[in-house]
C-alpha cells in the first residue's frame, strides 16, 4: 500500500461541490409544485449555480498552487468540470421554464426530478469515500441504475409531448427542458464514470 | 522498437466490440424497408446493444485487472467507450422511430445507414490491426471520407425537411432521427480519432 | 526553470489556426448585413474551413513526426481540435442559413457575433504567448467573460423566438442557427480551459 503525504482538503472540496447539487435538485423539486414560487426559486437556483461555481474554482486553485495532490491533477481536474456541469443543466431547466414562460409542466418531470435527487444524494455521499477508495464501486452501479430508469422516464415524456396533444411550439418548449433535465442526469453518469476511472488507476 | 508481454486478448474484445455495430447497423438497415417488423427489429437492437453493454465491461473489467496492457489504460478505455456511443445513437434511432411512431421515413435515411453499415465493416477489420499497429492510417482516412459523405446527406435531409412539405410537428420527430444517426456516424469518426492517436502514441 | 530544446514552429501552427476564425469570425459578420452575398460568403467560409483543417492537419503530423514538443502530446492535440471545432460551428451557422433559405435574421444575432469577433481577436493574439507562458491568464478571464455575455445574448434571442411571433418551423430553423454560433462560443470557452490547463501544467 502506498502512503501519499498528500493535501487531503479536495475530498471536502468535492463534498462541498456535491453539497451544491443536492440543494440544486431540491429546487427543481419546488419548481414542479403548483404554484411554485418561480421567480424566487430562479434567483435560488442562480446563487446555487455560482456557489458551485466558487467550489470548482477552489479545486483548480488548489491543484495550480498544490505540490502533491492525492490522484492525478487531470482527474480532479475532470470531476470538478463533472460536477460542475450538472449543475450547469440543472439551472438551465430551471432558467427554460422562466424564459419559454412555460405555463403547465408535464407531471411526468417529476420521475426525472426525483432521479437528480436521488443522485446528487448518492454523490455527496460517495466524495469523502474519495479519501479511503473504499465502497465506491456500489456508488457507479446505482447511478448507472438511476440513468437507465431516468432514461425510461425521459422516453415516456417525449412520447407524451409527440403523441399530438401538444403544439408544435410547446413541444420545442417542454423539449428543451426534459432535454436540460436528462442532460443533468447524463451528467451524474459521466461524474460515476470518472470516480471509476480514478477508483482504478489508484486501486 | 519495445517487447511488450501484454495480454493481447484486448484487441479480441475490440473485435467482438466492433462486430456487435455490424450487426446494428444491419438492423438499421431493415428498419428502413417498406413493411419491415419493427418491434421485432427495435428487439434484435436492444439485444445487440446489450451485448455490445457487455463488451464494453468485459473490457473495462480486464484493464482493472491486467498488470500490462497493450496501450495506455486510458486509451483502452477511450476506445472501449468510443465503440459504445456508436452502438447507443444506433440504437437510439430505432428506438425513436418506434416511439415517435413515425409512418413514412425519407428514403434519403438509406444514405446514411449505408454510410453507418461501411463504417461498422471497417472498424471491424481494423480492430485486430491494433495487434501490429500496421495499416491502421488508411482505416481513419477511409471513416473520415464516410463521415464527410454523411455530413452531405445529413445536410440534403435536412433541405428536404425543411422545405415546407412536412408539418413542424413531424420535422421534430423525424430531426431527432436524423440526428441520431448523424450522431452514430460522428462517434465512428470519434473511434478513428481515438485510434490515430494511439497508433502516433505507439509509433 | 526547465531548458526544453522543443520545436517552436507549433506556436506558429496554432497562430495560424486561431487567424482563421478571425476570418471566419468576420465573415458571419458580413452575413448578417441586409443584401449580404449569401452564396458568396459561404463559400469563403468554405475555403476558411478548409484552411482551418490544413492548420490541424499540419499540427497533429508534426506532432507525429517531432521527438521533443513543447508542451505535452495530447494537449497539442486537444488545443488543435479545440481551435478546428470553433470554426466548424462558424461555417455550420452560415451553411444553415442558406441550407434553411432563411430570409431575415433576427438583428440580435449580432451579439453572439461581436462575442465571437473578440474572442477569435483575443486567441489569435494569445496563441504566441503560449511559446513563454505569460501573460496568458487575462486570455482565459476574458474569454470567460464573453462567454457569459454570449449566454446573455443567446437567452434573450431564445426568449423572442419563442414569444409567439415566430411560426414554429421558423423557429427551429432560427434556433439551429443561433445554437450553432453558441456552440462556437462555448468552443472557444473550451479553448480557454485548454489553455488554462496547459499553463497549469506547465507552470
Given at each position: 500500500?502506498?502512503?501519499?503525504?498528500?493535501?487531503?482538503?479536495?475530498y471536502d472540496l468535492?463534498?462541498?461541490s456535491a453539497s451544491?447539487?443536492?440543494n440544486g435538485a431540491a429546487l427543481l423539486a419546488e419548481m414542479l409544485a403548483e404554484g411554485a414560487a418561480r421567480e424566487d426559486i430562479a434567483q435560488r437556483m442562480r446563487d446555487a449555480e455560482h456557489q458551485a461555481d466558487e467550489s470548482t474554482h477552489n479545486v483548480i486553485r488548489r491543484v495550480?498552487?498544490?505540490?502533491?495532490?492525492?490522484?492525478?491533477?487531470?482527474?480532479i481536474?475532470?470531476?470538478?468540470?463533472?460536477?460542475?456541469?450538472?449543475?450547469?443543466?440543472?439551472?438551465?431547466?430551471?432558467?427554460?421554464?422562466?424564459?419559454?414562460e412555460v405555463e403547465?409542466?408535464?407531471?411526468?418531470?417529476?420521475?426525472?426530478?426525483?432521479?437528480?435527487?436521488?443522485?446528487a444524494e448518492l454523490t455527496a455521499d460517495a466524495m469523502p469515500r474519495l479519501r479511503t477508495m473504499k465502497d465506491l464501486e456500489e456508488f457507479w452501479i446505482e447511478i448507472n441504475r438511476l440513468e437507465n430508469a431516468g432514461d425510461k422516464s425521459y422516453r415516456r415524456i417525449l412520447a407524451k409531448l409527440f403523441s399530438g396533444k401538444y403544439e408544435a411550439l410547446e413541444v420545442l418548449k417542454l423539449k428543451d427542458i426534459v432535454d436540460s433535465l436528462?442532460?443533468?442526469?447524463?451528467?451524474?453518469?459521466?461524474?460515476?464514470?470518472?470516480?471509476?476511472?480514478?477508483?482504478?488507476?489508484?486501486?
Open positions: 500500500m502506498r502512503f501519499r503525504p498528500a493535501d487531503t482538503s479536495f468535492f463534498a462541498e451544491h447539487l443536492v495550480n498552487t498544490t505540490f502533491v495532490t492525492p490522484f492525478d491533477r487531470e482527474d481536474y475532470s470531476l470538478a468540470s463533472g460536477l460542475d456541469d450538472v449543475m450547469d443543466f440543472m439551472e438551465e431547466a430551471v432558467d427554460l421554464v422562466l424564459l419559454y403547465r409542466l408535464p407531471s411526468e418531470l417529476a420521475n426525472q426530478v426525483e432521479v437528480l435527487q436521488r443522485c436528462e442532460a443533468a442526469i447524463d451528467a451524474f453518469e459521466t461524474v460515476a464514470n470518472i470516480v471509476e476511472q480514478i477508483a482504478v488507476k489508484e486501486s
